[in-house]
């Protein structure tokens, strides 16, 4: 069945109303539900007559009074009283009668089959007419596809609040979850209107809308890198659904521009997809381990094996030393490595996807020799902070276990940043 209502199902909407049919045996008759019946009576009615609130005396029809006001009086004027401008014969005529339907105000609401309707002094009559009704329904169909209905006043308020925070580098949507009371409207048109052109923000100020590329198919290798064995994807899928591991890193670096050595390493928590990062002063094996012991220090091994049970990494140089990530200097087990499969970063989405976050602050290119700890523990904050919409647009803090992970953000500086200061944009971090 069409969700709109048919001509012919009008037709009998009218017929039935004028025979005093009530709204639940129309709903019957045509299949519909009473409500969807009553919301079209109401919204398409037509009404005929002199509009109540100019005059709604019952004796307005027959009436020939003239000459109530002292105006009247002194120019003889030739305009009778009920139909004058200037004055309200209601607070002027001793025989004025206000005139009230009570049938109106309850179901059906309009005059088709009122049994009074040939005697009826009411000024205003209320119709539901199936032709006319039929007219209203395509014109608001119509107009409903003529594209723009917010009024100047509606998007200039929307201008103002929108361009400053996208210049900041949020995202619509985060604006969107932010600001949910002041903007009723979709995603879809917020960028319709800035694709039209009707706010200062242009589609070059939107982070850039990612192409994802076809995925390569697996390249098998004969010979599997000895770091590799028994810490495959493979494995690493068997091992999650046998220990049933609530947390799961995943873990990546990111390069400063060649010529310079500091790297950052990125952990994310894939349940929350809240980042930590963290600064060093080279991309080699042993400064990521140093990253395992300084967590393992400050958390304390309990906590830590806890928080970063199982770890999934891609096959970059800086991480084939599993052992030393997997083992304390004392040889106790704090953590599991395991491999994506090569070419396949795929396998690790949420850490790449926040890899394009970090990029509006330090794209390409930006030289990581400048940076410190607390600039990058800022970054990671306003990251932190950015509404996710596949979480119903929590942050990943809002999704955060405080009672867990209370130590691990106090000794690592980690705060909520308000919606409205979040900044994605290389102006975070000035130097």
Request: proline share 4%; glycine share 4%; with cysteine.
């Amino acid at each position: 069945m069409s969700q709109h209502l048919s001509y012919p199902e009008r037709c009998i909407i009218e017929r039935l109303l004028n025979s005093g049919k009530n709204y639940a045996e129309i709903a019957r008759q045509i299949e519909r539900s009473k409500s969807t019946v009553m919301r079209e009576v109401k919204k398409n009615v037509v009404v005929f007559g002199v509009n109540p609130e100019h005059n709604n005396c019952a004796n307005f029809i027959g009436c020939q009074e003239r000459y109530l006001c002292d105006y009247g009086r002194k120019t003889s004027c030739f305009t009778k009283c009920k139909n004058c401008a200037i004055e309200d014969c209601s607070t002027l005529c001793n025989k004025f009668r206000n005139y009230h339907c009570d049938k109106l105000e309850k179901p059906p609401y309009v005059c088709n089959g009122c049994i009074n309707m040939r005697r009826c002094r009411h000024m205003q009559h209320r119709y539901y007419i199936a032709n006319k009704a039929e007219f209203f329904a395509h014109r608001n169909w119509a107009d409903s596809r003529k594209g723009v209905h917010a009024d100047d006043k509606t998007l200039s308020e929307l201008n103002l609040l929108l361009t400053p925070l996208i210049k900041q580098g949020q995202s619509v949507n985060h604006i969107l979850a932010a600001h949910a009371d002041e903007i009723a409207l979709s995603e879809k048109t917020v960028y319709n209107y800035i694709d039209s052109g009707l706010l200062d923000v242009r589609n070059i100020d939107l982070p850039k809308k990612v192409a994802y590329r076809r995925r390569r198919k697996k390249i098998k290798s004969n010979a599997e890198c000895a770091c590799r064995k028994g810490r495959s994807y493979e494995e690493f899928n068997k091992y999650v659904s046998q220990e049933k591991s609530r947390f799961i890193v995943e873990m990546d670096t990111v390069k400063s521009k060649r010529g310079s050595s500091k790297t950052l390493l990125t952990m994310i928590f894939r349940e929350t997809s809240f980042m930590l990062i963290f600064l060093m002063p080279d991309g080699t094996q042993d400064s990521v381990t140093e990253v395992f012991d300084y967590l393992t220090d400050v958390l304390g091994l309990p906590l830590f094996k806890k928080l970063f049970p199982v770890i999934l990494t891609d096959n970059g140089p800086e991480f084939k030393n599993p052992e030393a990530l997997e083992f304390t200097e004392h040889g106790t087990r704090r953590t599991n490595i395991f491999y994506c499969d090569p070419l396949a970063s795929w396998q690790k989405p949420h850490v790449e996807n926040n890899h394009k976050l970090i990029r509006r602050i330090l794209p390409k290119g930006t030289n990581f020799e400048y940076l410190t700890q607390k600039d990058v523990n800022l970054i990671a904050n306003h990251i932190n902070s950015v509404a996710r919409e596949i979480y119903e647009n929590e942050t990943p803090f809002d999704r955060l276990d405080k009672r867990c992970f209370r130590k691990l953000l106090e000794r690592l500086d980690l705060q909520l940043v308000p919606p409205d200061s979040v900044n994605l944009t290389p102006n975070l971090i000035k130097k």
